[in-house]
């Protein structure tokens, strides 16, 4: 997996969510707490099941529906809380680092930046906009004896789940990854209580 094939799946997320609201309507505060989740996942043929603390959210299944993996095991879970214009950073198993920076929140939207790196070396830089609390799935690179999927979810409680007009949110399958490429797809808001550790 290269920065340049995750590059290429986000900008398929960037398009599609780009398409589920508008951004011209006026900026809502700039200054409202948004929670950032990052699970880190390690999906593998063991036969082991779903991790409890995936099956209780419902991830786990989510998970299921976009892989083809018999166990779905959550190795990492990180919340830190940030506001626009402030950036935070996830070290994720396997040694490499994402760092996040929401920019701006319109309506229910939050454009935010994505860098990945490995060690000090950016994999993938890139820019795009979720639904307030939506999930972002990121698979790979291998990982152990499979691979690690990466779920991120930004939001505020003071915003709206759903576009203000009534708007088609494209069906999770439509962010297809490219041959050979990561997969990344968002998720509709999942308003169940996150994992816990």
Known sequence: MTGRQIFGVLLTVLAICAFTAPMGAAAESQSLPLRVRVD?????NTDKGIDPALAVSGIG?????MFDYSTYHLVLH?????????????????GRILQIAPHAIVQNMISMELVLFEG???????????????????GGPKYERGMLITIITMGSNDLPDRPREHR???????????????????LPPNNDSPPQQ
């Open 40 to 44: 880190s996942v390690l999906a593998a």
């Open 78 to 94: 990180q919340e830190l809380e940030t506001v626009c214009g402030k950036q935070v950073t996830f070290e994720l198993p396997g």
């Open 120 to 138: 000090t070396r950016p994999l993938m830089t890139t820019d795009l906009r979720l639904i307030n609390h939506a999930v972002l799935i990121v």
């Open 61 to 65: 299944e989510r998970l299921k529906t």
């Open 168 to 186: 088609r949110v494209p069906h999770p399958a439509m962010a297809a990854p490219a041959p050979g490429a990561a997969d990344a797809a968002p």
